[in-house]
């Protein structure tokens, strides 16, 4: 070997190698690989420059100059030749395995070969005496061991945590108390950057002792486990159906594998419940959490679901009357404003108002879906909603005093709009037996309702079709009555 580098044969082939390692690594596309020949590419840049400078050198230079020119350009070139031929095995290695190579193992790998590689060449161009130094670094070896133990140990679990891998970088992991996700995996530690943006370094001898969770393994969708205790009264099929309903609305939980929800424990004040949904990413884990627990409160509370809470009060309640949370004046001036109750007596107004239940909606709550059946009809006390057709395009939006669900619950036909909450809203809510006993106090007054929303029907058809005329309504309120006779079964003269 030593011949060879002496000779101007290597200075042709380490040029020829410069430009086959340049010309691999133009070509791949293998970040790795054009890492490893990045390396060995500057070795033998190195070399070349340095065999050039010795031999460019003149003749009366110094001797121990020569000698390290020619320590350094000889050093470089098989340092070269190494790390090329460490990255080529690599890359083969790769081609038949899908599992990355871990870098701590690249660099052991090199380490030794230049060891042994550099090893013979100082020997030779510096008269070193191995012997000697291997009888010196046997002693230096247990005191340098017994310094180094610590540090040892973290580079042999490191090593292990390579070639186990357990995780990788990018990984959202759990070692002991932290979780986070991994940033970067050293020969003595592993860093990961916690929710809180905290940059924690974790020993690799602490990390190999403990157990590690780790959320994003193969990639595949982590669930999500967590309890409620709910009320003993409430049905658990209803609870259950009203969680499954909720997670439907929640984007970032994954439809497949399908959400659960089970009864879990029976405790001395409440059902537990066992909530189980997946996620893509484990980022997503606590902002889907809050969500969930936000939107539960809203439907539960619609639902007359109670969370139950440790204490000795009895509540008395009376959950279908508005006034339970607003003044009878608040509810008769809504009404008064409603044009569909203008030709409803005071007295009929007040009992209409006793039959309204309050219901509150969080934001970004669906309160009624396009296509669905319709048996409800609100009027907004608070907040903003928004009214979208099934494409998810605005047509309008609603505040207080507006209402909306009317149509489909007097004619029975599927709900025109999906409507929205865009903030925390609170809505009566007037059901279609109410309706029903209005027209039985009210004769006639279905005809005219059926009049009233046939021309506000015909009304925004013909905005919409921007004819610029008026469109007769008869035929259309002659068609209302008759799903309102249907549904309420109404005689004839109502």
Known sequence: MLPFLLSNVSLVVGAVLVIVLFGFRSASGDKEFRRDLRGAFRFLIAFLILRVAA????????????????VGWMLTFTFGVIRACVALGLKVVRLRSEVPTPKILRDVIGFILYGLAALPILQAELDLDLRGLLATSAVLSVVIGLALQETLGNL?????????????????????????RVVQIGWRATRILTFRRESITLPNSKVAKEIVKNFSYGYEPIGIDITIGLSLEAPPNQVKAAVLDVMKEISTILPEPAAQCRTWAYEDSAIKYQIRYWVADFSQADSTMEELYTRLWYRLKRENIEVPLPQRVVHLRN?????????????????????????????????????????????????????????TFYLVVSGEVSVRTGKGQ??????????FGEMSLLTGEPRAATVVALQDAVLLELDRPAFGRMFVTHPGLARQLSALLAQRRTQLRAVAEASGGTVDAAPEANRILGRLRQIFSLGAHD
Do not use: C
Request: cysteine-free; glycine content about 8%; aromatic content about 8%.
């Open 156 to 180: 042999f679990a490191g090593l292990s945590l390579q070639l186990e891998r357990p995780y990788q970088v990018g990984d959202f992991i759990r070692i002991g108390e932290y979780t986070g």
């Open 394 to 403: 605005e047509v309008t939006r609603l505040k207080r005093g507006s209402y």
């Open 55 to 70: 031999w460019a050198m003149p003749e009366d230079a110094a001797g121990s100059v020569k000698k390290a020119m020619s």
């Open 319 to 375: 959950q279908t009357v508005a006034q339970s949370e607003f003044s009878s004046e608040t509810v008769m001036e809504l009404l008064r404003a409603v044009d569909l109750f203008t030709l409803l007596l005071p007295d009929e107004l007040d009992r209409l108002r006793r039959d309204l239940v309050v219901r509150r909606f969080g934001k970004n709550e669906r309160i009624i879906e396009e296509g669905e059946e319709g048996h």
